[in-house]
């Protein structure tokens, strides 16, 4: 757009100079009805900086799935958090270290996770939960703008369930979810009526433990 009006676009960085961020300066040339041409430029909105975002857990019913967001950028973590929370209980942590200090003092239902973050990426992550047998079972879906075919299967292979591209369908991603956590249930369930079926196979019942009262 910048380059259709032949105008100019400057940016610095405020670390010297102001508060943090980046300071974007446009200036164009503007033509008046009498051929008159003067320089523009576009005044500072100091309304666009972002206001500190405040991270925070999402209480929702104790019966209802936990799920853990893995996001450094704290807009997306926060939308995420919010969002779910209205039908989940949600933790959040910022890269894949605190994800697994937050995994040891519960464990989630499903983690939602980005890939590219300081500390620990989420292939490390998904690395470590893959190789703990009492974490490895916990399903993770993928939210990454790093979208190359090589990067999904190595997302998969570290035993994600799913790889989504940045940016995303909030309403697909909570399909998603519901469809993994319900499959999920399903396998619990059955691996339940299994386990009693086999118990009352291989145990004796009740009427089978009483002593034979015709017994001499």
Do not use: C, W
Not at 170 to 183: N, T
Request: proline share 4%.
């Amino acid at each position: 757009i910048i380059d259709n009006v032949k105008g100019n676009i400057e940016i610095l960085n405020n670390e010297k100079t102001g508060p943090k961020g980046t300071t974007v300066i446009v200036t164009f040339d503007q033509t008046d009805a009498k051929g008159n041409t003067t320089t523009y430029q576009v005044r500072n909105q100091d309304f666009l900086l972002e206001n500190e975002i405040l991270l925070a857990d999402h209480d929702f019913d104790e019966n209802a799935p936990h799920l853990l967001i893995v996001e450094d950028n704290k807009s997306m973590n926060s939308y995420l958090t919010r969002k779910l929370g209205e039908e989940f209980n949600v933790r959040f942590a910022t890269n894949g270290a605190e994800a697994i200090q937050r995994i040891k003092d519960r464990l989630p239902d499903l983690i939602v996770s980005d890939i590219m973050m300081d500390t620990m990426d989420g292939f490390e992550m998904a690395e470590i939960l893959s190789k703990h047998s009492k974490l490895n079972h916990i399903p993770i879906i993928f939210l990454s703008a790093k979208n190359s075919e090589k990067d999904k299967l190595k997302g998969m292979d570290l035993g994600a369930i799913d790889y989504m591209e940045k940016p995303f369908s909030y309403p697909l991603l909570r399909s998603k979810i519901e469809s993994i956590l319900s499959l999920k249930d399903n396998q619990e369930r059955r691996l339940f009526q299994k386990m009693k079926e086999f118990s009352n196979d291989v145990l004796p019942s009740k009427e089978e433990n009483k002593p034979d009262q015709f017994a001499t």
